[in-house]
Nanobody, 128 residues
Framework: VQLQAFGGGLVQTGGCLRL?????????????VGWFRQVPGTEREFIAS????????VVTDSVKGRFTITRDNTKNTVYLQMNTLRPEDTAVYYC??????????????????????WGQGTQVTVSS
């Protein structure tokens, strides 16, 4: 399964964007998918993850209430709806799938180690 993130861009503070993570392959629905972001010179930061069925989601506190993760397995796509964007949300956003076909527990889904098939990333820039 290969993943590709897209949908980033330049928005003003308070604006919104919807990122998409499109997957190739017929087994996409068997994997947890996570969104991470990274600012140059810093470590990759966990943003959100979604379980295989879409019923289980984990969202980091810094974006809770503003970002929503969903998935459509019929379209092999995971979405990250980002509302009320802030300048500190500026980063390259990546999606990835779990290394194994499983639902990652709440402790493991936060860690980039448990993911692979990282896409190229999409730049999100929020202007003040």
């Amino acid at each position: 399964v290969q993943l590709q993130a897209f949908g980033g861009g330049l928005v003003q503070t308070g604006g919104c964007l919807r990122l998409s993570c499109a997957a190739s392959g017929r087994t996409f629905s068997r994997y947890t998918v996570g969104w991470f972001r990274q600012v140059p010179g810093t470590e990759r930061e966990f943003i959100a993850s979604i379980g295989r069925s879409g019923r289980t989601t984990v969202v980091t506190d810094s974006v809770k209430g503003r970002f929503t993760i969903t998935r459509d397995n019929t379209k092999n796509t995971v979405y990250l709806q980002m509302n009320t964007l802030r300048p500190e949300d500026t980063a390259v956003y990546y999606c990835a799938k779990s290394r194994r076909p499983r639902d990652l527990g709440s402790d493991y889904c936060l860690l980039s180690y448990y993911y692979d098939s990282w896409g190229q990333g999409t730049q999100v820039t929020v202007s003040s």
